[in-house]
């Protein structure tokens, strides 16, 4: 397809589409397909198609080895992973957390009659800001979430500090985090437990699941008890469960998709660096970066829209990419603090995490993304805020009036 080199080219301005399949972030990393059946039908073989079964069990065991833990829990998804970890831990009253996070973060302790309490970011990181967190214990805090987000690790010694000093527990939502590092250690190792998401757009998917992981034991094995009814080895019911387990064919899928873990990150990187190139010097747009002393899974690809400077707002922008074919996500906008119910029980202001909410957007990245694919994306991106003004005047004039005469 020839470049686009005019406003007008633009598929919004009716210029014919990018791509004709559309290019989505979090497209599943689906590994090999064969040894994926032959997993399932070695399951089907057996007829052990679920209840902590042999793949479930592997699969468990590679991700602990991975996060660099003893134990791990495979569980149906992480949401449910993060209900039973605040079961097992006993968790009441305030839990404190970003609000710059999937809303799942939250809904999970609010379905416990837990109460999120939303902190701001530090805008260096777009992690949870320590200091802030600090001040807003109280005596109801029972625990502090800090999100790994987009696999930057959160300040880990400082909230290990916080925590140890005002005797609260400590938990991280490592959804993004696996296979990343923070000074060399690698992230679910942190605090007394962390959950993983296995959800099919992650960076190792089983199709849907999560896992708790951690070094605690005795935590560990009443996480496994509350994910099964509440049963202990023996088939003795020790209190009241749930029904969280990962089941055979997940496991298969998390199997194969960490298989392929490794040639899934490097070409995450590739891409990561075709990106950076593409889009440097490119006023007004700011490509997140990551710590090359680091591991990093390479996964979210996000870019930061200046709108005062491109004269482009965010939205804009995916606006004219979706038309393109360019499915983006504007991860996480709103912050959780804005949307219901969190908006009306409990107000807040967060500045930079309301400000950083208005400007992020993922791009496509992961093993199914072409450098070809890269280049179209970043021209329509650089042609969309080069040319920004006449974007935004052309955008406006296509919306109808809805102010009488």
Not at 133 to 139: D, L, N, Q, Y
Not at 248 to 263: I, N, R, V
């Amino acid at each position: 397809m020839t470049m686009k080199r005019n406003v007008g080219d633009l598929a919004v301005f009716g210029g014919s589409s990018a791509f004709l399949q559309p290019l989505h972030v979090g497209r599943p990393n689906v590994g090999d397909r064969a040894r994926f059946f032959d997993r399932v039908n070695w399951a089907l073989d057996h007829q052990w198609l679920t209840n902590g079964g042999p793949l479930a069990r592997e699969f468990e065991q590679r991700v602990a080895e991975l996060a660099g833990v003893r134990y791990c829990v495979s569980t149906c998804n992480a949401t449910v992973a993060l209900q039973l970890l605040a079961r097992a831990a006993d968790l009441s009253g305030e839990v404190i957390m970003p609000s710059l996070t999937f809303p799942a973060t939250a809904h999970a302790f609010r379905w416990l009659g837990l109460t999120p309490v939303f902190c701001d970011i530090d805008p260096a990181t777009s992690c949870l800001d320590p200091a802030l967190v600090e001040a807003a214990i109280t005596p109801r805090t029972s625990a502090i979430v800090p999100v790994h987000l987009w696999g930057r690790p959160c300040a880990v010694d400082q909230f290990e500090k916080v925590a140890a000093d005002h005797g609260v527990q400590l938990f991280y939502d490592a959804a993004h985090g696996l296979g990343c590092t923070s000074e060399g250690r690698p992230v679910g190792g942190f605090g007394q437990a962390e959950v993983f998401s296995f959800h099919a757009t992650k960076v190792v998917n089983a199709f849907e699941g999560g896992a708790v992981v951690t070094d605690d034991e005795e935590l560990a094995q009443r996480v496994r008890a509350m994910h099964n009814f509440g049963f202990t080895q023996g088939r003795v019911c020790t209190e009241a469960g749930t029904n969280g387990k990962m089941a055979e064919a997940s496991a298969a899928m998390g199997l194969t998709s960490l298989d392929a873990f490794e040639e899934t990150v490097h070409r995450n990187e590739a891409n990561y660096d075709d990106y950076q190139s593409e889009l440097a010097g490119l006023a007004g747009l700011k490509v997140m970066r990551f710590d090359r002393a680091e591991r990093n899974n390479y996964h979210y690809l996000i870019v930061e829209v200046d709108a005062a400077v491109t004269g482009v707002h965010r939205d804009l922008l995916d606006t004219v990419l979706r038309a393109e074919n360019v499915v983006c996500q504007r991860y996480f906008s709103p912050g959780c603090h804005e949307m219901e119910p969190y908006r009306s029980e409990r107000p807040v202001t967060l500045p930079h995490t309301e400000r950083l909410a208005q400007k992020v957007l993922a791009l496509p990245t992961g093993p199914t993304v072409s450098r070809e694919d890269i280049r179209r994306v970043c021209d329509i991106v650089r042609l969309t805020l080069e040319r920004g003004h006449e974007v935004t005047r052309r955008a406006d004039e296509r919306v109808p009036s809805t102010v009488a005469p």
